[in-house]
């Protein structure tokens, strides 16, 4: 272009400066940069934002920033870059300081710093400021703003939340094409609802990519519903749909859940030579944990030291947590000095071996391990539960006074415990990490979150109402034997999602088959 003489102008900056879009162009953007300057288009809206974009896809955030300051005729577009700027690397109170200072907003405004705070975790503000943007005349969701509210509903289990951002695309007509349609099902297969996802699964008709096939296959396995997450990837492959890698994740994951060890490495067999798609370190960490949840360590071992890249910390934890359940000392201590290797600060992974110690009464151990967190800050998790009632939100603590209405909680515990002995519940005390007596060992399992935050919903809802609750930690055996005996003695269909899978509790039993 330059050859022959065509001078560029303000529209060619912006289409050369997309393709940097990774830090190996940085120095080549810095050079069209100059290129702006010597040609004097460095205060033009449109390659501002566009210099704005460059930098914060080639990682170089000052530099972004730096372009936003010398700017002396921002308009929306260049203040919306720099918020997704600073979501992209984390710094969502960053984010939301400009934000705040910005003149005017439009639904790019809202739909940006709404998606910065799912990003990083912020799941409740991100609910809060959309709740904010609700009350503006002069803006209005669309498609993009509610596809990360719906993540944030699914992240936090607040089903209610969700059907209301469901009822509201319905209302204003929204379009659910297959990327809206499949944060749908995601946020209701997260949040529980397992039905409604395929309610929204069956209505996209024809239009359901492997995206949609996918999403419903993974939520299904978490469900536990193995053999149905198993007959809808035949279904797919009959309806000419090409799996990818994701979709293989879901389908390890149904075997996995459902205890399924030679389906499982049926597909992994499947994945290359009939579709031709080479496992990922993903793949190879479910087969690792089928196979350690179904006691075959030794073939788990196998998997992780053929496997053709290096374990990464879900691959050892998986060996771990298997390992765990099946009494393996040696491998339990092996698997966790790999975890410390990778990630020094994993306090799951002390967790775990203190967990298999104390099952054999090794108290000296369990003490060592707890030194040793101690020695090296280390701090466990605390647990953690969350619940929904009436569109608000609560969350629960292990041990938790905090809540307005503790003592109601306790007292509300306490007969629901007494009436569960009066039935023959004795506590599992196997897992509590704690030297005491049997009493004393029942009172710690006895303030777990989950516990908590069931008493509360049976305080502030009509009986029989179902109750769901969203945990950060493995449910541990004593709460799960807890929930399969007040789903029965109150007939209240109890709905846990906790970190690896959901459990639904209903007249006495559990959807996993107390396979978890």
Same mark, same amino acid.
């Given at each position: 272009?330059?050859?022959?003489?065509?001078?560029?102008?303000?529209?060619?900056?912006?289409?050369?400066?997309?393709?940097?879009?990774?830090?190996?162009?940085?120095?080549?953007?810095?050079?069209? &940069?100059?290129? *702006?300057?010597?040609?004097?288009?460095?205060?033009?809206?449109?390659?501002?934002?566009?210099?704005?974009?460059?930098?914060?896809?080639? $990682?170089?955030?000052?530099?972004?920033?730096?372009?936003?300051?010398?700017?002396?005729?921002?308009?929306?577009?260049?203040? /919306?870059?720099?918020?997704?700027?600073?979501?992209?690397?984390?710094?969502?109170?960053?984010?939301?300081?400009?934000?705040?200072?910005?003149?005017?907003?439009?639904?790019?405004?809202?739909?940006?710093?709404?998606?910065?705070?799912?990003?990083?975790?912020?799941?409740?503000?991100?609910?809060?400021?959309?709740?904010? @943007?609700?009350?503006?005349?002069?803006?209005?969701?669309?498609?993009?703003?509610?596809?990360?509210?719906?993540?944030?509903?699914?992240?936090?289990?607040?089903?209610? &939340?969700?059907?209301?951002?469901?009822?509201?695309?319905?209302?204003?007509?929204?379009?659910?094409?297959? *990327?809206?349609?499949?944060?749908?099902?995601?946020?209701?297969?997260?949040?529980?609802?397992?039905?409604?996802?395929?309610?929204?699964?069956?209505?996209? $008709?024809?239009?359901?990519?492997?995206?949609?096939?996918?999403?419903?296959?993974?939520?299904?396995? @978490?469900?536990?519903?193995?053999?149905?997450?198993?007959?809808?990837?035949?279904?797919?492959?009959?309806?000419?749909?090409?799996? /990818?890698?994701?979709?293989?994740?879901?389908?390890? %994951?149904?075997?996995? &859940?459902?205890?399924?060890?030679?389906?499982?490495?049926?597909?992994?067999?499947?994945?290359?030579?009939?579709?031709?798609?080479?496992?990922?370190?993903?793949?190879?960490? %479910?087969?690792?944990?089928?196979?350690?949840?179904?006691?075959?360590?030794?073939?788990?071992?196998?998997?992780?030291?053929?496997?053709?890249?290096?374990?990464?910390?879900?691959?050892?934890?998986?060996?771990?947590?298997?390992?765990?359940?099946?009494?393996?000392?040696?491998?339990?201590?092996?698997?966790?000095?790999?975890?410390?290797?990778?990630?020094?600060? /994993?306090?799951?992974?002390?967790?775990?071996?203190?967990?298999?110690?104390?099952?054999?009464?090794?108290?000296?151990?369990?003490?060592?391990?707890?030194?040793?967190?101690?020695?090296?800050?280390?701090?466990?998790?605390?647990?953690?539960?969350?619940?929904? *009632?009436?569109?608000?939100?609560?969350?629960?603590?292990?041990?938790?006074?905090?809540?307005?209405?503790?003592?109601?909680?306790?007292? @509300?515990?306490?007969?629901?415990?007494?009436?569960?002995? @009066?039935?023959?519940?004795?506590?599992?005390?196997?897992?509590?990490?704690?030297?005491?007596?049997?009493?004393?060992?029942?009172?710690?399992?006895?303030?777990?979150?989950?516990?908590?935050?069931?008493?509360?919903?049976?305080?502030?809802?009509?009986?029989?109402?179902?109750?769901?609750?969203?945990?950060?930690?493995?449910?541990?055996?004593?709460?799960?034997?807890?929930?399969?005996?007040?789903?029965?003695?109150?007939?209240?269909?109890?709905?846990?999602?906790? %970190?690896?899978?959901?459990? &639904?509790?209903?007249?006495?039993?559990?959807?996993?088959?107390?396979?978890?």
């Amino acid at each position: 272009m330059r050859l022959h003489g065509v001078q560029p102008d303000n529209r060619t900056f912006p289409f050369l400066l997309q393709s940097f879009n990774s830090i190996r162009y940085l120095q080549s953007g810095k050079l069209f &940069h100059a290129q *702006v300057f010597l040609l004097g288009f460095d205060q033009d809206p449109f390659v501002q934002t566009s210099l704005i974009h460059m930098y914060s896809a080639c $990682g170089d955030l000052t530099l972004a920033r730096q372009v936003f300051d010398e700017s002396t005729q921002r308009d929306l577009p260049c203040w /919306n870059s720099i918020i997704d700027a600073y979501a992209k690397v984390g710094l969502v109170d960053a984010a939301r300081l400009v934000f705040d200072e910005m003149p005017e907003r439009n639904v790019i405004s809202w739909s940006c710093m709404i998606k910065a705070y799912v990003m990083c975790g912020g799941y409740k503000e991100a609910l809060a400021l959309f709740r904010e @943007m609700q009350m503006l005349d002069s803006v209005r969701p669309n498609e993009f703003t509610m596809s990360s509210i719906l993540l944030a509903c699914g992240r936090l289990g607040a089903l209610e &939340h969700g059907k209301w951002v469901h009822a509201y695309i319905d209302k204003y007509g929204m379009r659910v094409d297959v *990327v809206l349609g499949t944060a749908l099902m995601n946020m209701y297969a997260k949040c529980g609802s397992i039905e409604r996802a395929r309610g929204v699964f069956d209505s996209m $008709g024809s239009r359901k990519d492997v995206m949609a096939w996918s999403s419903m296959i993974s939520g299904l396995a @978490m469900h536990g519903h193995a053999v149905e997450s198993l007959e809808f990837f035949a279904e797919m492959i009959k309806s000419g749909v090409r799996p /990818n890698a994701v979709t293989f994740v879901g389908v390890l %994951c149904a075997c996995v &859940h459902g205890g399924l060890v030679n389906e499982g490495k049926e597909y992994f067999r499947r994945m290359d030579d009939e579709f031709g798609i080479k496992p990922l370190i993903q793949h190879y960490g %479910c087969i690792v944990d089928l196979y350690g949840r179904a006691g075959l360590i030794s073939d788990a071992w196998k998997v992780v030291i053929s496997m053709p890249m290096e374990p990464d910390v879900l691959v050892w934890g998986a060996l771990l947590s298997g390992a765990r359940m099946h009494r393996d000392i040696e491998t339990s201590e092996i698997a966790l000095n790999k975890l410390i290797q990778l990630d020094p600060t /994993n306090s799951a992974a002390y967790v775990l071996l203190s967990n298999v110690y104390a099952k054999m009464g090794k108290w000296s151990e369990v003490r060592r391990v707890r030194d040793l967190m101690e020695e090296r800050g280390i701090k466990k998790v605390p647990g953690c539960s969350l619940v929904e *009632v009436g569109g608000v939100l609560h969350e629960f603590f292990v041990g938790d006074d905090s809540h307005p209405a503790t003592r109601e909680i306790y007292m @509300m515990l306490d007969e629901i415990m007494k009436r569960l002995k @009066m039935r023959g519940f004795v506590g599992n005390t196997s897992e509590a990490l704690l030297q005491l007596d049997e009493e004393g060992k029942e009172l710690a399992l006895l303030f777990h979150s989950e516990k908590l935050a069931l008493a509360f919903c049976f305080l502030k809802t009509t009986p029989g109402t179902p109750i769901q609750i969203v945990k950060n930690l493995r449910i541990c055996c004593d709460c799960h034997d807890a929930m399969k005996m007040i789903s029965q003695e109150f007939n209240r269909e109890i709905v846990i999602r906790d %970190c690896n899978r959901f459990h &639904h509790f209903r007249e006495g039993l559990c959807s996993c088959k107390d396979y978890w």
